[in-house]
């Protein structure tokens, strides 16, 4: 149980374009996701955490209008980076729980952003 | 700020060696300390979560312990595999308005020789 399915796995796009990424809780109700991003050879940061129907929380020195996140239903959020760019080149995760279930988070396989 | 540190960055071993992998973190106020395992291109496998509360926990081959007081957490891997080669993370849990939130340490990249 508790599956997390990120879509698409890997994307390669030119300069300017607006990239959709979406993660989705197959089998429980995901009141919280996060969005997490990872430069090669670091750790995991942080962007932001998303409940459902409410605007999602940026953290400091996330771009909240580049990283454009959704989470309009429970099993549901997207990440869009709009006119994306080389330095945006990166590898996107989603988390998601359930807070009434007081469960950890069950993270996706990730999504590898590449700009040319 | 919470700033999670692991040591050693990489470590190669051979074949059924015991090994042992370190997160420290700088504020002891955390809610739980998880580890996970990260294969090249993946997303992250939980291994063992501790709560604040607890000072180890087993699954398998693998013992977490957790020493809050002195911001330490260890990974004892017993009898190595090839398979167990990844990058481990440790994450320290603190509770916010919107949920968990997780901080992740640097990582430590194993690999397992045969």
């Known amino acids: 149980g508790a599956v997390v399915s990120q879509h698409p796995s890997w994307v390669i796009c030119k300069s300017g374009t607006s990239v959709k990424i979406e993660c989705r809780s197959l089998d429980f109700q995901a009141t919280t996701m996060f969005w997490y991003r990872q430069f090669p050879k670091q750790s995991l940061m942080l962007m932001a955490t998303?409940?459902?129907?409410?605007?999602?929380?940026?953290e400091q020195g996330v771009e909240k209008d580049k990283f454009l996140i959704n989470h309009a239903s429970l099993t549901l959020s997207t990440l869009t980076v709009t006119s994306a760019h080389p330095e945006d080149s990166s590898f996107y995760i989603c988390?998601?729980?359930?807070?009434?279930?007081?469960?950890?988070?069950?993270f996706g396989d990730g999504t590898r952003l590449s700009i040319l | 700020k919470q700033e999670v540190t692991q040591i050693p960055a990489a470590l190669s071993v051979p074949e059924g060696e015991n090994l042992v992998l370190n997160c420290s973190f700088t504020d002891s106020a955390i809610y739980n300390l998880q580890w996970f395992r990260q294969d090249p291109g993946k997303g992250l496998t939980s291994l063992l979560l501790i709560q604040s509360s607890q000072r180890e926990q087993t699954s398998g081959r693998l013992n977490a312990s957790l020493d809050k007081s002195s911001g330490r957490s260890t990974l004892y891997i017993a009898a190595s595999q090839p398979g167990d080669s990844a990058t481990y993370l440790c994450a320290v849990i603190v509770l916010t308005g919107g949920g968990n939130k997780l901080t992740f340490g640097t990582g430590t990249q194993l690999k397992v020789e045969l």
């Open positions: 988390s998601a729980r359930d807070l009434t279930r007081n469960q950890p988070q069950h």
């Open positions: 998303s409940n459902e129907g409410s605007k999602a929380t940026y």
